[in-house]
């Protein structure tokens, strides 16, 4: 993978609207500002926030020039290396701009997190189980094989 090649093209609508927040937070509704202080043509920018993918070039320099932000949180929509002053603005913006679509995100989100945990909880619960121990007799079970009882 080249850092022009596309990052997880599979969710453009939802890159484009992290995308939308993220250059709200830093300069408003100035995208040729925006595009200026990232380092790349206003053009460029306009059309990643309209659906064109996201290359990871441009995905390291958002990096680099918000702090504390992630690729991860600019391709998924995962927090978990956002620091945390950072996530309460992006988690608010997302709720300002995109209402509907942030509240499913964070409720999937959620979902997936309470699977896995379940998963987890019922595999430690297996490791944890004692063995069952029948016990019982011998005695003929007919023809002179025994059984336990």
Do not use: C
């Amino acid at each position: 993978m080249s850092e022009e090649d596309p990052i997880n093209d599979f969710e453009k609508d939802a890159i484009t609207r992290r995308l939308t927040v993220v250059r709200t937070l830093m300069a408003g509704d100035n995208k040729a500002e925006f595009a200026r202080m990232l380092g790349i043509m206003p053009s460029r920018w306009a059309n990643m926030e309209r659906g064109w993918p996201l290359t990871m070039k441009v995905a390291w320099m958002l990096v680099k020039l918000v702090d504390g932000l992630s690729v991860s949180y600019l391709t998924h929509g995962t927090f978990g290396d956002v620091k945390p002053e950072l996530r309460e603005k992006l988690e608010a913006l997302e709720d300002e701009l995109f209402p509907s679509d942030s509240a499913i995100n964070r409720r999937r989100n959620k979902e997936e997190k309470i699977k896995k945990l379940r998963s987890q909880l019922a595999e430690l619960e297996s490791e944890l189980r004692p063995p069952v121990l029948r016990t019982g007799r011998v005695t003929k079970a007919g023809k002179g094989r025994p059984s336990l009882t």
